[in-house]
């Protein structure tokens, strides 16, 4: 297969298109500024005005081994149930209780938009600022639209702008895994394409935020090689996690484009913007990243000055649908993709098929990691991937509810 | 008396040193980045190479009325107590007691430099970034310094490379108001500075986090001419708390360079590390920023771009003397001033005067907002306020204890 390159992206050629992937501007000069900047600020839901009102009787925090669950319940009678990214709550939850919940109790669901803004300067919330706040905010705001949804029979794409139309959504199925040989990752790539079907890959590079030591030793430069050997028509995508420098990222990065990767990840740490975005001049292969970044200012600057190729805010710790919405719509707007992260924790895999069929610069591929512990159901989609794809639901709210017996058996946090 | 602009800063005039201030360079080009990136990564410990192991026992965090302590002991009965910030680890104590004290315990104290990167990395707690996860690490830091000092005989200065000479240090009284009318807040200005003796005050602008709307309407533009007129011949520090963009910041600003105050804090959001650049641009006054920031990278593209006059790491949300210390070894190597930011809470009083006394461009006075609760004492400082000054304890280790029936009426957290 012809591997995408960021010359591809930034010329706007052929290879680009044929990727599904969106052209890039080229330069900074170029790049529509006023566009990116009102993008950072839209208002992005369009719900109707005779909506019921949406008053929270409780904004509750449950869990059950290791997950969590967020329960609202308005005055009205409507209920929901969400899950966030667990790992992060198992840290964070007095947020949610402390803070969180008692804030968002007695508001109008309806209101999530300008709520969310409301609640970050709210007792210096702010400074929180974080992953795990925005994991917080991120549970609320998706049971929030669930609950607009609903009460207005509109499926969350519709809040948006978009159409729902139940379409089927090509994942691509990340492998967790480092410090295994090159040989037994091609063996455990080859059982997650075979479980998923997904016809794109990605694979893990490097020691993670470990300065250039790989893990195990010269496991990098075998693998590369071998995992593009046993997937000639795979597309193939790469994460360092933060393990390398500038010049060490450039050496790799070019192996990458040696054999047709077709991204390189968060390849110097996270939050060196300004080496990211060397490492993406010096390199064809186009360079993604922010999974790790919370500042709607920061993706900003990275998509006006073109630090990356690919933007990947994290549905979950970014803070949800609106704000990486606007992430999108600032990409959008830069003629980039905006492909988000997303960890196998809560129902993130849905979240990002809703996500995809919002945006239409979301990319070829959508991220999976797995299905995860928690049992959920959908009135439009049976939730399972088959070659390679997963339909997104398509009916009011999120369409996706977690098993009715399983959040009985949960219990609340902290309580 | 005469303010200290930004232009006398760059060009290093009199004025600029007349108050204390290190005079700075004129421009990125001529910027030693070279020695900057250095100090980004420098070790910062002298510690002898025969000092005894300290291992440590056990690593608890403890409450009491919403303050919390830290007290960690060492297999060879060393013992020692710090206190974190209050607020911050009210929400952020899981990552305390689930992540970092079963990290840190049966480690060796001695090697809390080193133990702090590799803290980071452990289980990707670098997903925690964020004020709360190094505030947990500061207050760790600190007691192993302590343990370290006390096990060498060394003052905390020494550990550092610096001399303990029990120097009275300079502080500024910090305003905690908004809300209230110009008229009250010369009144509460009048009882801090009658409080401390301190000939520095610090007043808050704008209505925080606001996007231009004061608190109440009209309170800034009234109580900047109304406080310098007050306090003819204070030093007079102003602090935005991110409330402008970067038009009203140029506006605001102006009207302090009339007045003849001496720094402008945090005039747009403490995110927008572009715009606080442009603010700093455009005016003369000296612009401050840094307590809401914890990368090592910003810091350093902040300083190498002198984004600020002045740079303010909180030396608990930044994570302690040691990465607060590389930030002031990189404003040095820019001719640039670091005076840490400090909430009221904890001992962070005493922790800036420690501070000031290793880092020679710390500036003519550290933030002062108040004794707190916690009852502490020191062997060789009374550690109140006289004429504006507090003296630095200079005995063994950071030579300040919290009184031992205090520590025993607090209890285990989450325990």
């Not at 709550?89 to 300008?114: Q, V, Y």
């Not at 998923?196 to 990605?202: D, F, H, M």
Request: one cysteine or more.
């Amino acid at each position: 297969m012809e591997a995408m390159t960021r010359r591809d992206l930034l010329i706007g050629a052929g290879a680009a298109a044929a990727a599904g992937l969106m052209p890039g501007a080229s330069g900074q000069a170029s790049q529509p500024d006023a566009a990116i900047a009102q993008a950072a600020e839209a208002t992005m839901l369009q719900i109707p005005e005779n909506r019921p009102r949406l008053i929270l009787e409780s904004v509750e925090l449950l869990t059950r081994d290791g997950e969590y669950l967020v329960r609202l319940r308005t005055k009205n009678g409507l209920e929901t149930v969400t899950a966030p990214n667990g790992m992060r709550m198992a840290d964070g939850w007095p947020i949610f209780t402390r803070r969180l919940a008692p804030f968002f109790t007695g508001r109008d669901a309806g209101e999530i938009e300008s709520l969310m803004d409301e609640a970050y300067r709210h007792q210096s919330n702010y400074k929180l600022q974080g992953l795990t706040y925005w994991v917080c905010i991120a549970a609320i705001e998706a049971a929030c639209l669930d609950l607009i949804g609903r009460a207005t029979a509109r499926p969350l794409a519709e809040l948006f702008g978009a159409k729902a139309d139940g379409r089927w959504i090509s994942v691509y199925a990340a492998s967790g895994n480092r410090g295994n040989s090159p040989e037994e990752e091609v063996q455990h790539l080859r059982s997650l394409a075979a479980e998923s079907g997904a016809s794109a890959l990605k694979i893990r590079l490097g020691g993670r935020m470990s300065r250039n030591a790989d893990s195990p030793p010269d496991r990098t430069v075998r693998l590369i090689p071998l995992v593009r050997e046993a997937f000639p028509e795979t597309v193939l995508y790469a994460d360092a996690n933060s393990s390398y420098d500038v010049p060490e990222a450039e050496r790799i990065g070019r192996m990458l484009e040696e054999h047709g990767y077709a991204f390189f990840e968060e390849p110097v740490p996270f939050d060196d913007l300004w080496g990211t975005k060397e490492v993406a001049d010096r390199l064809e292969i186009p360079v993604a990243g922010g999974e790790q970044e919370f500042s709607m200012h920061r993706f900003r600057w990275t998509i006006e000055n073109r630090a990356v190729d690919l933007v990947q805010p994290d549905l979950h710790y970014f803070g949800g649908f609106i704000r990486c919405g606007r992430v999108a719509r600032m990409a959008a707007a830069a003629q980039m993709t905006c492909t988000p992260h997303m960890s196998g924790s809560g129902m993130g895999f849905v979240d990002v098929l809703h996500f995809a069929s919002i945006h239409p610069n979301s990319g070829p591929h959508q991220e999976f990691k797995g299905l995860g512990p928690i049992p959920l159901a959908s009135t439009t989609s049976d939730l399972r991937p088959r070659d390679g794809r997963i339909q997104c639901p398509s009916g009011p709210g999120l369409d996706v509810s977690v098993d009715p017996e399983y959040v009985k058996s949960a219990v609340p946090v902290g309580g």
